[in-house]
């Protein structure tokens, strides 16, 4: 209930939880470590991954924008197939289900009544469930098999934040853990690297003033804005889609870079601010040529690049964490553009028109 957490010194919960992503990631690391160290996940979970032929995810919202960065992270590590589906579309839509499905649903309130309905109806199919959510308890936590917790601590903000990234970390694990029960090779220690992301975290918590220019260069004015990025970065694009228009009600739209002359190119005119994300080298010089071609259009670009990736246009350069890992910070910049951007236009940041924090009917 926000009127038991306290603000603080804050002057708004978005802007708090935002903050308190590191801290998040480093209670979700030490939350799922064992004795031994090693990360660690209930074996019926673990048992339930691995009996499965494909996984379908189901989510709405941001949770669904965790879904498809959870769908890279399953299929390269654990190499299972998963599909990933707006819960809304799922019901009426189904697609042909494999032999042995399990479903995953990732929800932050655990209350989302569209992924509710995907989940009674899969369980009459007789199908098993896991859920991933922030609320112990909660309806889609008691109601499906397994439950995996984010331990996020209550998010009040509408516009979703930390729940996002804790949702990554935790498909992280999962997927990780899951990797290693089926003697597939995990060349990284996830331990140490979700350690990098949370202290990357840190230095991008801390360059908020640069957010603030950015917001206030690109966003004070302008009608629209892209959001644009290639595999993983055009996932977290979407998610910086989302945070824009849900507070600062700017027409924003997240593209895949190959698809911008398919169409949304028409779409460009002198000045539209167009967020490029740059943090994956085997896309690094395609996802720069769209950046070419939206500029050449008259757009005002504006580059967020990784360490060891960037160049002179950049605008902003995230600090290097290991590659399948880059959604978890790079969504950081986004969120806090968002925020200030919503600052400028005067727009109400936590509680945005039209929107509630969990949507409980159909
Ligand atoms: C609402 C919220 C979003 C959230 C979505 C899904 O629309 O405003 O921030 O992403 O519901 O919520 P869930 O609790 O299922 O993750």
Redesign the pocket.
Known sequence: DASDIEKGTYPHYMLKEIDEQPAVVRKIVQTYRNEQGDLNIDEGIVKAMNDADRIYII?????YHAGLVGKQFIEKLAKVPVEVHISSEFGYNMPLLSEKPLFIF???????AD?RAVLVEIKELGYKALTITNVPGSTLSREADYTLLLHAGPEIA???TK?YTAQLAVLAILAEVTAKSRGMNVDFDLTQELGIVANAMDVLCGAKEEFEEIAREYLATTRNCFFIGRGIDFYVGLEGALKLKEISYIQAEGFAGGELKHGTIALIENGTPVVALATQESVNLSIRGNVKEVAARGANPCIISMKGLETDEDRFVIPEVHGLLTPLISVIPLQLISYYAALHRECDVDKPRN?????TVE
């Open positions: 989510a709405a919202g941001t949770s990732i929800s932050q309130s655990g209350e989302t992924s509408v516009a979703s729940a929107l509630a924090k969990s949507v």
